[in-house]
């Protein structure tokens, strides 16, 4: 009898073409191939026709069963084992899959195989051109997100095709009074998030560059992370407790960490961290809110082309004390460095709290130097902010006062004297050490 049945059963699949499975409303998925050849389209993520009916107008199911796994022995489910689909979107072409934070545990080419497997499977689903991965904030490979079209499928290991990128880095010159530009090569999707590599390169400066490490020394990076466009960098203690005891040196040590996470498209403002602690004040420099990029300090001086090493001192904190900013500034007859510096500070986009106080649209009329006095003519939207007048009068002053042929200054609006404001603030100004910082 039971080999009746066998015998009928194979009658029936003779008869049936034995073509498999008949699926009414099939759909491709990608997974990783268990034996990967790094040739060929499907070399890497290869295909399995799945039974979507009844689901195929349900993108959260349809996802559900992908991040279940494949069936076939040939192939492994490109995500972590608790990898979930948290939310979705897709809006003019793009779709956006914001997965739990375990994808991020995947980098380097272990991420790239999942993203290109999910890129294969839901842009051919949904007919989408792009498609983002994100991972509930976390990073995916250094990045807040990871962006892939169509055209951007071609797989290749890392071992095999090294996937590395230059980067820019800022260390200090030797007198620690600028930042210098200069380029790295790593890996994007490397084990270490890219911000992360890029605060390690600071640590260790070229050699014959004549450059140095921005941070004091002994200072470890604990941990970096980034969410809306804000990078926290958790610092070891040594940054604090052997920070420098000069202002300029203080204010490169947070810049060349500012100005190089910055370089990265998906950072616009960085937040410091000591032990996990927040860092509100470093030495003198107040940083209470998140700092932004400020390309000031980036030098140095190019002598060759005529330039010269000077200083802008600009207001910084509640109490409107005086910090040097470096500039460089080409020597020219045709317009002398008094002038040059002045329009300098009224051109300033006061960045991170440090600024002029010279009011917006203030035009500079004229300046002339007699016997060591500088006449500083201004337009008369000087006196747009009155409660500014003493520290903007201060800037003035004690950046014009460097310069070794002026002494004192007189600050005129219009060519007068205004009468209906403090004497001293258009009086004869001299600069004196309770200005500054």
Known sequence: MKRMICMLLCAVLLLSGCTGPQYRTPGTFYYHRTETTYSGTDGVCAPEV??????????????????????????????PPDAQVLSWELNEGVLTLNFSESLSRLSGIELTVAA??????????????TLVLTADGALLGGETALRMTAGELELRDSSLDQQRRDYTVYYATLDRKYLVSHQVSLDPVGAK????????????????????????????ILSVSVSGGVCTVDLSGEFESRRFRSLSAQCLSLLSVVNTLTELEDIDRVEFTVEGSLLIRYGSMFIDKPLVRDERCIGPARTGLGEEDLLLYLVHGDERLLVP????????????????LLRSLLLDPGTNGIRSCIPSGTRLNSVTV?????????????LNTPAELPYSGRVIAASL??????????????????????????GILLPNSGWFL
């Open 50 to 79: 799945r039974e979507l009916h009844g689901i195929d107008s349900d993108l959260d199911a349809v996802l559900e069963l992908y991040c279940a796994g494949p069936i076939s022995a040939d192939l492994n489910n490109p995500l």
């Open 116 to 129: 290109a497997c999910l890129a294969r499977t839901f842009l051919e689903l949904t007919g989408a051109q």
């Open 193 to 220: 998030a890219l911000p992360e590599q890029l605060l390690e390169q600071l640590l260790t400066p070229p050699t014959g560059e004549e450059l140095l490490c921005p941070l004091p020394i002994g200072t470890r």
């Open 325 to 340: 900013i470096p500039v460089r500034l080409r020597t020219s007859t045709a317009v002398p460095m008094p002038e040059q």
């Open 370 to 382: 007699i016997d060591g006095t500088c006449f500083v003519d201004l337009s008369a939207e000087y």
């Open 401 to 426: 006062c460097q310069l070794e042929e002026i002494e004192q200054i007189q600050i005129l609006v219009d060519g007068a004297v205004p009468e209906e404001y403090d004497s001293s603030w258009f």
